[in-house]
C-alpha cells in the first residue's frame, strides 16, 4: 500500500510531531508515503477561494498534479488539505470546462490535470485500508484506562457522516483507550473558515470552550485528527496572566497511535508542548512501558 | 464557478454565524481583509500560509526529520512555478501592487 503524502502547512512549519509520528506509524503499519516534493499550501480552504478562486483552483490543482505525476493517490493529514483537494479534484473532473480553464493556466509551468488520481484523510486510511482489526493485531500495547476526548473538526464532518461512522471513536477503542463524551464534540474548534486570523480573540474563545467541556467530563487528553484543530486547542488553553487555566493535554491520533504502536515518545513529540502532559504520559507510561 | 465551502449543518448555528461574519470580512470589506492578504503574501513568498522558524527547524531536527519540509520550501523550481499561476491568474498584481 503507498500514498502521496501531503504535508500542507501546520503539522510541517508548526507541529512537526505530528508529520513525524504519522510518517512513524504509517511506516509500522506498511504503508509507504512517497513526499510530493516541491508541494505548497494546499491552498487553505478558509482565506483563498474567497481572496481569488481562480488561484485557489490552479494552485491546488497543482498540488493534484504532482501526485497524479506520481501516479500515486494522495493522504492528507489535515482537514483544511482534504477538504481543498478531494473538492477541487471532484469539481475539476466532473466539469470539463472549468479543467479546461485550470489547464490553460498550467500548461504555463508545463502541468496538466488529469483526474485520475483520489484524496484520502490519514483516518481514513487507517479505518478503510487498514482497518480496526489489522489495528489491534500490530499494536504492541494497549491503552488501557486511557480516557480519551475525541474530537474531529467541522471540516472534516464536512464530508462525513458523524453519526453513522463514528470513525475516530472505534480508532480509539482500537487501541484499548476509553472514548469519553463532552459537549461540543461535534463543533468547529474556531480556527477554520479565516476566523482565527480574522477575530483572534473569539476564536481562541470557541476553542477554550472545548476546552472546558473536555476537562470537566474528566478526560486525560483530547485526541483530534487535524493539525490546525491541534493548533488552536493547544494554543487556547495558553491564556497568559488572566482567566483560569487549563492543562488539557492535546494529542493528534497519530501520537496516541505510534504509542500503542511501541513507538518511543521521543520520536511521536508527546511531551514538547503548551500543555502539560504529565499525567496523561504517566497513564499512557504505565501501560505501555512498565507493564 | 465552484460552490463555496460552507459548515456542515451538524455544526451549531451560533458557530455558522460566525462563520458567516468571517466569510463576510473576507470577502467583502477590503480594509478588515488585511489579515488573509498578509497571509496570502507569505503564500507568494514561500509557498506556504505560514513561515517556517528556527525553533520548528531545530525541533524537525529532533524529530529526525529534515530542517525544512520537502515542499516549495526545499525546491526553488517549485516555488517559482507555484509564484508564476499567481501572477497568470493576476492575483499577484490585484493583492500586491
Redesign the interface.
Known amino acids: 500500500m503507498e500514498y502521496a503524502l501531503f504535508?500542507g502547512?501546520?503539522a510541517?512549519?508548526?507541529y512537526?510531531?505530528i508529520?513525524?509520528s504519522i510518517?512513524s506509524a504509517m511506516e509500522r503499519l506498511g504503508v509507504e508515503l512517497h513526499?510530493?516534493?516541491?508541494?505548497?499550501?494546499c491552498?487553505?480552504?478558509?482565506?483563498?477561494?474567497?481572496?481569488?478562486?481562480?488561484?485557489w483552483?490552479?494552485?491546488g490543482a497543482?498540488n493534484l498534479c504532482l501526485a497524479e505525476n506520481m501516479e500515486c493517490d494522495i493522504m492528507t493529514i489535515c482537514n483544511g488539505c482534504q477538504?481543498t483537494l478531494d473538492?477541487i479534484n471532484n469539481?475539476l473532473s466532473s466539469d470539463s470546462i472549468?479543467m479546461k480553464e485550470v489547464n490553460s493556466?498550467?500548461s504555463?509551468?508545463d502541468?496538466r490535470f488529469r483526474g485520475t488520481i483520489k484524496v484520502k484523510h490519514f483516518i481514513d486510511v487507517l479505518y478503510e485500508d487498514i482497518g480496526i482489526e489489522q489495528i489491534k493485531k500490530e499494536t504492541t500495547s494497549k491503552l488501557r484506562d486511557l480516557k480519551a476526548a475525541p474530537f474531529y473538526g467541522?471540516h472534516y464532518?464536512?464530508f462525513h457522516h458523524?453519526k453513522t461512522s463514528k470513525r475516530l471513536e472505534k480508532l480509539i477503542e482500537g487501541l484499548g483507550a476509553k472514548n469519553i463524551e463532552y459537549d461540543g464534540k461535534?463543533?468547529?474548534c474556531?480556527a477554520?473558515?479565516?476566523?482565527r486570523?480574522?477575530?483572534r480573540k473569539?476564536s481562541l474563545e470557541?476553542a477554550l470552550s472545548k476546552i472546558k467541556n473536555v476537562a470537566k467530563a474528566n478526560a486525560d487528553c483530547v485526541v483530534d485528527i487535524c493539525p490546525f484543530c491541534h493548533l488552536q486547542l493547544d494554543q487556547a488553553q495558553d491564556r497568559g496572566k488572566s482567566g483560569k487555566k487549563y492543562y488539557v493535554p492535546v494529542v493528534n491520533y497519530a501520537q496516541l497511535l505510534g504509542l500503542a504502536l511501541g513507538i518511543p515518545p521521543f520520536?511521536l513529540?508527546v511531551d514538547?508542548r503548551r500543555t502539560r502532559t504529565t499525567t496523561y504520559l504517566e497513564r499512557v507510561n504505565t501501560q505501555t512501558y512498565l507493564i | 464557478m465552484m460552490k463555496k465551502e460552507g459548515y456542515p449543518t451538524r455544526v451549531s448555528m451560533l458557530y455558522s454565524l460566525i462563520g458567516s461574519r468571517a466569510e463576510s470580512i473576507g470577502t467583502k470589506n477590503l480594509i478588515e481583509r488585511k489579515e488573509h492578504i498578509a497571509i496570502a503574501s507569505i503564500l507568494f513568498e514561500t509557498g506556504h500560509s505560514m513561515k517556517l522558524v528556527e525553533d520548528v527547524r531545530q525541533l524537525r531536527e529532533k524529530l529526525d526529520l529534515t530542517r525544512k519540509p520537502p515542499t516549495t520550501l526545499t525546491y526553488i523550481t517549485a516555488l517559482k512555478d507555484l509564484r508564476k499561476i499567481m501572477r497568470i491568474t493576476g492575483f499577484h498584481k490585484r493583492f500586491f501592487r
Open positions: 504535508l502547512c501546520v510541517p512549519l508548526r512537526p510531531e508529520e513525524s510518517r513526499d510530493m516534493k516541491g508541494a505548497s499550501c491552498p487553505a480552504p478558509g482565506i483563498y477561494p474567497h481572496l481569488d478562486e481562480r488561484t483552483l490552479a494552485l497543482r477538504l473538492r469539481e472549468l493556466t498550467l504555463t509551468v502541468m467541522c464532518l464536512a458523524i461535534n463543533e468547529c474556531g477554520g473558515e479565516g476566523i486570523s480574522t477575530l473569539l470557541i520520536k513529540g514538547i
